[in-house]
């Protein structure tokens, strides 16, 4: 399945504002976007500034992005886990936030409990290299 550079934009942006909703974006954070950046083929440099600059750039808006298939918003869901969770603490403006994006694209607060907390139990059980869930649909 092909994913739209819109999609790719907005997903890559809806992160950056997830890790930036605590006010504190942590060395596993900045790991975790440059990793979703090489996915997408995003130059790095690009990547670097967007996470550095990210808690000063007063021109990011927060509107939740609508993407073009579920698959996609599910795949945001499940990699957001890999996000919020990196601290080991779910902090409530990310999870509002993912929340807000999961309503716009047709997802219920039920899966994105579910989802959180499978991958709480299932992070810790294994040492093994990061996936993003988007990875399987971006080729």
């Known amino acids: 399945m092909a994913i739209t550079v819109q999609d790719r934009s907005n997903y890559f942006k809806a992160l950056l504002i997830l890790i930036g909703k605590d006010r504190i974006i942590n060395a596993k954070e900045v790991e975790l976007m440059k990793l979703l ?12 500034e967007s996470v550095r600059d990210l808690l000063g750039n007063e021109y990011i808006t927060e509107e939740p992005p609508k993407f073009r298939s579920q698959n996609v918003a599910e795949a945001f869901v499940k990699d957001s886990a890999k996000f919020i ?19 716009k694209n047709g997802l219920n607060r039920k899966f994105c409990d579910d989802v959180l907390n499978e991958y709480r139990i299932t992070k810790n059980a294994s040492d093994k290299e990061i996936l993003f869930e988007i990875s399987k649909i971006f080729k």
């Open 85 to 103: 969770l990196s601290d080991n603490s779910i902090e409530s403006r990310e999870y509002k936030w993912l929340l807000e994006v999961a309503s």
């Open 37 to 48: 950046g090489k996915i997408f083929d995003f130059d790095s440099s690009f990547v670097n």
